[in-house]
Each structure stands twice: as structure tokens, then as C-alpha cells.
């Protein structure tokens, strides 16, 4: 099923729950560590719904929902999929780290791989940091990769929801029989 934004926007609680169990998910994850513009959190869940992500991990002084701009950035997206608030993105990674997840951040460092030459396994976790400070040293410490988008230009940086969307979509798009089921 897919739904226009109207549709979205106007889904009750009820008729989301009935989605969200019925929905397929790709045992693909999304960390947000002190991700701070709350139209970025709203287009977060726009991807991780676009991806049919299993949950979103929003950590720190990320924005939850209800707030009005995640409601209207994610165009209802918000209810559509699962989320959880931990205190740090650390004790995200030590929840799915049981589950066998590997954890790789975006970020530029001197540690970082193209983001086309990452090993693809699943499932894994995407972690994506704050607009200006990216993501802590201390919880880079704690992934098991790191990748970025090259830079070709002058501009030293995408906004993180670009880069998510190249990121994710390079991800997913080497499951075809699960992105396209």
C-alpha cells in the first residue's frame, strides 16, 4: 500500500499500529545522536520509512515526537515507524550490539571508508550525528566501521539527511529481493 501525504497526515493511531505490524522491515537501523533540527528527525522517518527500516534509535537531545515540526516534516511518517529514546546513542549500540548488528557511523574522520566500499551485511545500524559536531568520539569508539560521501566540490560537508539518503539507499539497493518484496 502506498499513501499520498494526505493519507498520512491523516491516519489515525489505530489504522498506523494496523500498518506498522502489516508493514515488511528491512533489518536495516537508524541512530540519531543529538540530532537537533527537528525537520531533519521528521525527514529521518520519511527514509526510514522509505527503507522500511526495523526502528529508529533517537538519542540524546534528539527531538521525539509528537513535536509539531517531526509530525509535519515526516508527513505522518512518524507513526508509521518504530522508534525508542535512549539517553546516549552508546546504550543504542549495546541494545542492538545483542542483536548482532553491526554498527556503522557516517561521519567524516580520518577512519572513514567511502561509503560504497562498506561491507553490506545484515542487519545493521546506520548512526548519523549532530548537524555541526557530528557524532562523539567516545561513541565512534564503539562502531564496528565508519563511511562518508566523498566531497568533490569546495563545500566541506552534506546536510545529514542528504548524506543519510545516499548512504541508505546505496544499502539497501544490494538487497533487491528485500527492497523490492
Given at each position: 500500500m502506498v499513501l499520498n501525504a494526505k493519507l498520512l497526515r491523516n491516519l489515525?493511531?489505530?489504522e498506523a499500529k494496523i500498518l506498522r505490524k502489516e508493514r515488511r522491515h528491512n533489518p536495516a537501523y537508524i541512530i540519531l545522536e543529538d540530532v537537533l533540527d527537528t525537520y531533519n528527525i521528521g525527514g529521518f522517518?520519511?527514509?526510514?520509512?522509505?527503507i522500511a527500516a526495523e526502528k529508529?534509535?533517537?538519542?540524546?537531545t534528539s527531538a521525539l515526537p509528537p513535536n509539531h515540526r517531526i509530525v509535519k516534516a515526516s508527513v505522518g511518517a512518524y507513526k508509521l515507524v518504530d522508534w525508542e529514546h535512549c539517553e546516549t546513542a552508546i546504550e543504542a549500540i549495546a541494545k542492538l550490539k545483542v542483536k548482532q548488528v553491526k554498527v556503522i557511523a557516517v561521519e567524516q574522520n580520518k577512519n572513514s571508508k567511502d561509503y560504497r566500499k562498506i561491507s553490506?551485511?545484515?542487519p545493521m545500524a546506520f548512526l548519523f550525528g549532530h548537524e555541526s559536531n557530528g557524532v562523539k568520539a567516545e561513541t565512534l569508539k564503539l562502531v564496528d566501521a565508519i563511511c562518508e560521501v566523498p566531497m568533490y566540490g569546495f563545500n566541506k560537508s552534506l546536510n545529514v539527511m542528504v548524506a543519510a539518503?545516499?548512504?541508505?539507499y546505496e544499502f539497501i539497493s544490494q538487497?533487491?529481493?528485500r527492497s523490492e518484496a
Open positions: 489515525s493511531d489505530e522517518f520519511r527514509l526510514a520509512d522509505a529508529i534509535y533517537l538519542c540524546g553490506k551485511a545484515l539518503g545516499i548512504v541508505l538487497f533487491p529481493a
